[in-house]
């Protein structure tokens, strides 16, 4: 991804500060998808748009990351009732939409056209990042990852605190372009612009695809 979106001198700034540097690419990579749930990926939900190229795409990852030997984890946000009708969750006060995400409706369940399989894992967080108040950290360590493609919603919110996150947890972190989506395309560009330069690598999803399949041929 390039800073030319943003203007030459906003390029400069960064590179003179040192940012941007490309991260490492592991040998045993992980496949984050977060909160693609009807919720975030159906425009009908109080807090949803209409995300089917993401879901496609994202899609087309895990069907590389199978032979790959990647493992896929989905997240999901979903609050009991009394904590989404309560005070007990601060972040619902700013985001008042997502109190409707409550155990067991449909805006909690994954989008129906993506491809889990039985041996993927499923997170539920209650914040934005994936790694907050879970076992993901744990998880990912567990299996013996060192990078985590991220995938799913929204770029501007659950995207980039995982990927925040991961990076301070330790693991590269790769973000496929196609594999993420916003409601609007000012926030989701800008996010992109800021993983880029200071968490992560930003990605075409060929080159995702081509690092998994080069994975593949040396197992």
Known sequence: ?????????????YQRAGFG????????????VVDLTRGFTEAGFPSGA???????ATGELIAAARPAGAPVVFTTIAY???EASGDAVTWLDKVPGMRSMVEGSEEVALDRRLPRASEDHLIVKKG???FFGTSLAALLTGAGCDTVLVCGATTSGCVRATA?????????????RECVGDRAPGPH??????????????????EAVSYLDGLRRTA
């Open 189 to 206: 560009e800008a996010n992109l612009f800021d993983i880029q330069a200071k968490y992560g690598d930003v990605i075409g999803l060929k």
């Open 1 to 13: 991804m390039s800073g030319a979106r943003y203007g030459r001198e906003t390029e400069r700034t």
């Open 80 to 82: 009991t009732p009394a």
């Open 50 to 56: 209409d995300l089917t190229d993401v879901v496609g």
């Open 21 to 32: 540097a490309p991260v490492r690419r592991g040998s045993r990579p992980a496949v984050l």
């Open 164 to 176: 925040v996150d991961a990076v301070q947890s330790g693991f590269s972190v790769l973000v496929p």
């Open 128 to 130: 934005a990042s994936a």
